[in-house]
């Protein structure tokens, strides 16, 4: 048998792979590849759980924002009751104080031409008076005419007295 570099080279690789196994290298590197796979196992399942976590937490804030709508909406739903029935009180209440207006203004026109009815009265009583004053002083003589004067006085008085009460 010839001893060749070929049987030199296998023979080399024996005592490699030898010491490879005698060095535990393969246990080693079986060692580091398993840590890595449960590395990797651990932060899949970290990822899933935070993928859980991310999809309750989505799900909570979109029940919020649904809840918050309605509230919104139940909000504006009062407030537009609200403003109506404002709108009806203060339009309730304008039209009792333009009623209440036009009430005391036509107490007032009552009250002005009963106050012009009087004073027309009294005026046209001090003005025939002084008609028939002055027509008694200028066709009598002074003792009828203060005798007549007298008695018309009088009568103007009662005549006043009947016309106030």
């Known amino acids: 048998m ?5 049987f030199w080279v296998a023979v080399s690789f024996f005592i490699f792979c030898g010491c490879l196994i005698y060095l535990k290298v393969p246990q080693k590197i079986n060692n580091s590849l398993t840590d890595q ?5 651990k932060e899949l399942d970290e990822a899933e759980k935070l993928k859980v976590e ?23 739903n009062l407030a537009k009751k609200d403003s109506e029935k404002t709108i009806l009180e ?3 209440k304008f039209h009792q104080a333009i009623e209440n207006k036009k009430k005391n203004t036509e107490q007032k026109i009552v009250q002005m031409r009963e106050n012009a009815l009087r004073d027309i009265k009294n005026i046209s009583v001090k003005i025939s ?3 028939v004053e002055h027509l008694i002083k200028n ?12 008695k018309s006085l009088e009568q103007a008085k009662t005549s006043l007295k009947h016309i106030k009460a």
């Open 2 to 6: 010839t001893i060749d570099a070929t």
């Open 37 to 41: 796979i449960n590395k990797m196992r």
């Open 54 to 76: 991310a999809k309750n937490l989505l799900s909570n804030y979109e029940n919020k924002i649904d809840k918050s709508k309605k509230e919104v909406l139940e909000i504006i």
């Open 90 to 92: 203060k339009t309730e």
């Open 129 to 131: 008076m002084e008609a």
């Open 139 to 150: 066709s009598i003589d002074k003792n009828k005419l203060e005798k007549l004067y007298t």
